[in-house]
């Protein structure tokens, strides 16, 4: 990807960055709806025999369990990428979470079927963090290995624009049915409608998704026979420190991510007892912003250097994390929408970056699954427990100091995890052959 390109592969690179963006705007807004439903009508629909604390924690754990797919996705579509090619595995990951998305919005309820309704919607809920556990790292390859070497950090923040793109689309359609219909017309079927949207949000992506071209770094690996019959054993034997320096630095990342999107919203509803709307409307304008503020760093760390810029963020949200929670415990909305910003904001240096530098650490044979499987375990560790461990830690004696210590560790952590893999990169070479197959 040197050398000058033609107006036919600049078009190109421009329209897998668009697909890239695309698919995964919509795989995140599946999976955010999720996230918004859990902190608003699960606990009472799925959940009603237990405590309001109980419910709370019980929905926020089926939340949860998608992260726990995720790794296994990597896995599975990961092997796949690496094998048969990124479009054709990220097809198939788009299709996946649309079932799953559309099947949540005909689940019946604890009162129709009982005990079974929980368990439907965690398989549900397992089947989605399985396709986002593949989403990501495909997305993301196909974004950084059409794009030429010096703009890699910028093409490859187009599939990281999904997440705040997903979250606007997401909250914009709870916040309009939130106003247009009564509290309990919402709380009974009017919640189902997200979920139902997706079917055709699906069709759209695949729409987009199937016009383009693989990889071309994909297709030269696959015929020179650089590709691996077990990408993930090659990862785990010749590049498990990368894989380390992945789940440290995402961790941070997502775990504040998901603090300052899910968590907010739940805690300034059942905690302090203010109406769901404007925090929704909060974190929605939020994210609007954030877009063109992931795009500009990214292009800058180009120039910066990726992990240089993902240290910086990493110091700034580290700030804002020790005073994230008592912004929120305040109860003004004001205050509340500053944490939010600063949360969001602070991290975009580290978020659009991250994944030009997580393709960097591996090889082309077997990026697909090493990329994945760092990024998913990161995101277990950071936004799975995130907003668990807050509320558990708010409840214990160590309360909003320990909480707040702990938020301020895992960010502290990506810009760790991001150095590390930089000398990893410096040391071996982000062009270097793979290994012999495990």
Aim: aromatic share 10%; glycine share 12%.
């Amino acid at each position: 990807m040197t050398g000058t390109r033609s107006g036919r592969e600049v078009r190109e690179v421009r329209k897998v960055a668009l697909a890239s963006l695309v698919g995964t705007s919509i795989e995140w807004y599946d999976f955010y709806i999720y996230g918004l439903a859990a902190v608003t009508v699960f606990a009472p629909q799925f959940f009603p025999q237990v405590s309001s604390l109980t419910g709370t924690l019980a929905a926020f754990a089926t939340f949860a369990v998608g992260f726990v797919a995720r790794p296994i996705g990597g896995v599975v579509f990961g092997h796949l990428g690496d094998r048969i090619g990124r479009k054709a595995t990220l097809v198939t990951t788009l299709v996946t979470m649309g079932a799953a998305t559309t099947l949540i919005g005909v689940l019946p309820t604890y009162a129709a079927v009982g005990a079974l309704a929980p368990v439907l919607l965690v398989v549900l809920r397992l089947v989605q963090g399985f396709a986002v556990g593949g989403e990501w790292g495909g997305a993301v390859l196909i974004s950084v290995e059409h794009a030429p070497e010096s703009k890699r950090g910028f093409y490859g923040s187009f599939p990281q624009l999904g997440v705040p793109i997903g979250l606007i689309a997401s909250n914009a359609i709870f916040l309009v049915l939130a106003a247009a219909l009564p509290r309990d017309a919402f709380g009974s079927w009017g919640w189902r409608i997200p979920f139902l949207l997706s079917a055709l949000l699906v069709l759209v992506g695949l729409w987009v998704r199937l016009r383009i071209e693989e990889s071309s770094e994909f297709v030269a690996a696959r015929r020179t026979g650089s590709s691996m019959a077990l990408p993930l054993a090659s990862v785990l034997r010749h590049h498990f420190p990368q894989v380390l320096c992945g789940i440290a630095m995402f961790t941070g990342i997502t775990g504040i991510g998901y603090m300052a999107a899910t968590y907010v919203i739940q805690y300034g509803t059942s905690a302090l007892g203010l109406p769901r709307a404007p925090l929704i409307a909060i974190v929605l304008v939020v994210a609007v912003l954030e877009v063109p503020l992931i795009l500009w760093v990214s292009a800058g760390a180009d120039r910066w250097g990726l992990s240089r810029t993902i240290v910086v963020g990493s110091v700034a949200t580290a700030v804002v994390a020790a005073a994230f929670l008592p912004l929120l415990a305040s109860g003004s909305l004001l205050l509340i929408a500053l944490a939010v910003a600063g949360a969001r904001w602070a991290s975009a240096p580290m978020w659009g970056p991250s994944a030009a530098l997580a393709a960097e650490c591996y090889p082309t044979g077997i990026r697909y699954s090493g990329a994945s499987v760092g990024y998913q375990l990161g995101s277990i560790v950071g936004g799975a427990l995130a907003p668990i461990f807050t509320t558990l830690l708010l409840a214990s004696p160590l309360g909003m100091p320990g909480a707040a210590a702990y938020l301020v560790v895992i960010t502290v952590l990506s810009g760790i995890g991001a150095l590390a893999a930089d000398r990893l990169v410096r040391r071996a070479g982000s062009r270097d052959p793979a290994p012999a197959p495990a």
